[in-house]
């Protein structure tokens, strides 16, 4: 059984671990929220505009928490000691012979406790909201084309684009470079427009350049995948 010290002291850093938390929460939200008030003006009136704040940095606690929760645990437990030293709580147990790491052990565990939620909350929350934190403030619909990065694929393919669209997967300018080491060497494919589709695990390529792909395929399109078909009709890549 749990000693009633040991449960008072641990339920007292679960108190200020929430306090803390409220309080940390609270004030990045209004910094943050009053620092880039602009980007938020212009939705629709008032209530579209505490729509799109309340929608913004709903998604966004996961991200707030990963940033805090090392600082808000210490806050914590600095303010249940520094509480129960102003009580007069600390000193009888101290006279008593009891040791000041037994008399914190609640305080550690529930530490560690909270610690483990930043993990958690990597591995099973930020992933779920992972599209949402990068929608802008200024752009809720995410309608306005950002600017397209080229990359490598875990197989050597070199993709990149002009241009690109989160709302609907789209990129303009699209461009795949097949690597020399495959067997049909060296290949580069150009598209006006590529959508990328979930379902599919592929992108539908649009005015393609060459109109075909070279024969032999690459090594990284086996047979049946490749499905190219240019001046606007639908086409898989």
Known sequence: MIPTLDR???????????????SLLSLYVIID????????????????????????YSVRIAQIFDRLSEAITLLAAVFTVSWMQ?????????????????VLRPVVFGAVMMLALGPLNQDLIIPRVADELQV?????????PVEMRGGYEPNGVHVEGFAG????????GFSVTFPESGSAGMAF???????????ESG????????????????EQLPDGAAQIFPHGEDGRF
């Open 8 to 22: 008072v002291l641990f339920f007292g850093f679960l108190r200020s671990y929430a306090i803390v938390f409220t």
């Open 33 to 56: 929220l009053f620092t880039h008030l602009d980007d938020f003006a212009g939705r629709g009136g008032l209530i579209g505009m505490l729509q799109h704040i309340g929608s913004y």
């Open 86 to 102: 102003r009580n007069n709580e600390l000193l009888p147990q101290l006279s008593a012979g009891i040791s000041t790491q037994r």
């Open 136 to 144: 802008p403030r200024d752009d809720p619909q995410q309608q306005r």
């Open 165 to 172: 669209y989160r709302r609907d997967s789209r990129v303009k």
């Open 189 to 199: 494919l150009q598209a006006e427009e590529a959508i990328y589709s979930k379902s």
């Open 203 to 218: 992108w539908h390529m649009y005015n393609t350049t060459p109109e075909a792909l070279p024969d032999p395929l690459p």
